[in-house]
């Protein structure tokens, strides 16, 4: 059926080609492309094959203290800005504290994600402003970060919950506290954004009804290195430092 309708577009094509008209080498382009199964049934349901139908903007975020900068000697100056400089993020930091100074101190209860859907950041004046077109097209996600790389992990976590942070500390800051937390980590935790370590215990507690001390231990080791640990010092204490054998070996 597909090479049918294509040889048919085709004649059609060079019967309209040859009638003394001008050929419109792009309608004749679309009249004679070969439809794959996925076009066909794009074009029998009626959907649009050739426009872009939303946008997708991407997020930055950093915090200078978890950044690691690689740079030449005598460089140190210049390195240190670079790390510094982040306009997107920093102007969005400054947007929510000026609102929130002239609020009263209310919040107007937007993630930075939902935020970026109905503001757009110019990147000459620095600033976000609201969009002219509708946001309903507007797709706003954050930078993807791996768990390895924890509080950066974290603080990614924090940013799709937490409306209207003014800074970086006020990230850390859980409600009805008035310092933050000493680090995105705990935040999350706070948040139950991070699962307890129930499930690991129970894991090592049935390991150590049949391992030997020297495998229960290489266990926890791998537990340890590889797992997200809400407590990892709790962990090594409960069953490293307490393994029958373990100053033996």
Not at 96 to 102: E, L, R, S
Not at 191 to 205: Q, S, T
Request: aromatic share 10%; hydrophobic share 40%; proline share 5%.
């Amino acid at each position: 059926a597909r090479r049918a309708h294509h040889a048919a577009a085709a004649a059609a094509a060079a019967g309209r080609a040859g009638a003394g008209r001008c050929p419109n080498e792009i309608r004749s382009y679309f009249d004679t492309i070969f439809i794959g199964s996925t076009q066909a049934a794009m074009g029998l349901i009626g959907a649009p094959e050739h426009r872009m139908s939303h946008a997708v903007t991407r997020l930055p975020f950093n915090d200078p203290a978890l950044r690691v900068v690689y740079y030449n000697e005598g460089e140190e100056e210049e390195a240190a800005e670079r790390t510094l400089k982040d306009d997107c993020f920093d102007a969005f930091l400054a947007s929510c504290a000026a609102y929130v100074a002239d609020n009263n101190g209310t919040r107007h209860g937007l993630t930075y994600e939902e935020f970026a859907r109905t503001h757009a950041f110019c990147p000459k004046t620095r600033t976000w402003s609201r969009r002219r077109s509708t946001a309903a097209r507007v797709f706003a996600r954050l930078q993807a970060r791996h768990p390895s790389d924890e509080e950066a992990y974290h603080m990614r976590q924090l940013l799709r919950i937490v409306e209207c942070p003014t800074s970086r500390e006020d990230l850390r800051t859980i409600p009805g506290a008035c310092a933050p937390l000493p680090s995105y980590k705990d935040a999350a935790a706070w948040y139950g954004l991070i699962d307890d370590d129930r499930r690991l215990y129970e894991a090592i507690d049935e390991a150590a009804s049949s391992c030997k001390p020297r495998a229960l231990r290489e266990f926890v080791a791998t537990v340890l290195r590889w797992s997200t640990v809400r407590d990892p010092a709790g962990l090594f204490v409960r069953y490293l430092c307490s393994s029958p054998g373990a100053r033996a070996e």
